[in-house]
Antibody, heavy 117, light 107 residues
């Protein structure tokens, strides 16, 4: 059974960097795409971006200048860095697996990040 | 960006009702249309991919249909565990986008 577990600080100060890690267990991160998706409290879902196991990335244009998604195959982990955060970046951040031709078929439980001084 | 618009935003229904949720894309998304279910405090769950393919383990009362820009999720007989928020999502363009969600509530 594939499991994804996000981790990282729950509170980040404005203008600082949000850094999250997603540990994948139960399967290799090879042969899949991996995505970060966020959801502000009480609101809808927004794709931040995604990465292939080989490291190719695609980012939401609205976040592209601030976001980096990377993969560490040796640790079976995916990471998210979002710089210069504001209160608008406060959200539940999900790590998710994307199966080609299918969709986002596995999700982490999500980690809540609040941007506040 | 491809905009995804769902209707209605919310609906009230009773157990056993047939429920229909629509999703309209601002341009054709070909076959790249998925549906997700999200319950409070939980991550979304993939229900249907490729317009009409049922994800493994999803009950057959869920059905997806449509083409091009107009899509529908139908629940043939609403069950208590189906009260949730449903999202459509397109993966046709490089930037994946979701609809705003449809909340299905108990009447």
């Amino acid at each position: 059974q594939v499991q994804l577990q996000e981790s990282g600080p729950g509170l980040v100060k404005p203008s600082e960097t949000l850094s999250l890690t997603c540990a994948v267990s139960g399967d290799s991160i090879s042969n899949y795409y991996w995505s970060w998706i966020r959801q502000p409290p009480g609101k809808g879902l927004e794709c931040i971006g995604y990465i292939s196991h080989s490291g190719g990335t695609n980012y939401n244009p609205s976040l592209k200048s601030r976001v980096t998604i990377s993969v560490d195959t040796s640790k079976n982990q995916i990471s998210l860095n979002l710089i210069s955060v504001t209160a608008a970046d406060s959200a539940l951040y999900y790590c998710a697996r994307v199966s080609p031709g299918i969709g986002v078929d596995y999700w982490g439980q999500g980690t809540l990040v609040t941007v506040s001084s | 960006d491809i905009q995804m618009t769902q209707s209605p935003s919310s609906l009230s229904a009773s157990v056993g009702d047939r429920v229909t949720i629509t999703c309209r894309a601002s341009q054709s998304v070909s076959k790249y249309l998925n549906w997700y279910q999200q319950k409070p405090g939980k991550a979304p769950k993939l229900l249907i991919y490729g317009i009409s393919s049922l994800q493994s383990g999803v009950p057959s009362r869920f059905r997806g249909s449509g083409s091009g820009t107009d899509f529908t999720l139908t629940i043939s007989s609403l069950q208590p565990e189906d009260f949730a928020t449903y999202y459509c999502q397109q993966s046709y363009s490089i930037l994946w986008t979701f609809g705003q969600g449809t909340k299905v509530e108990i009447k």
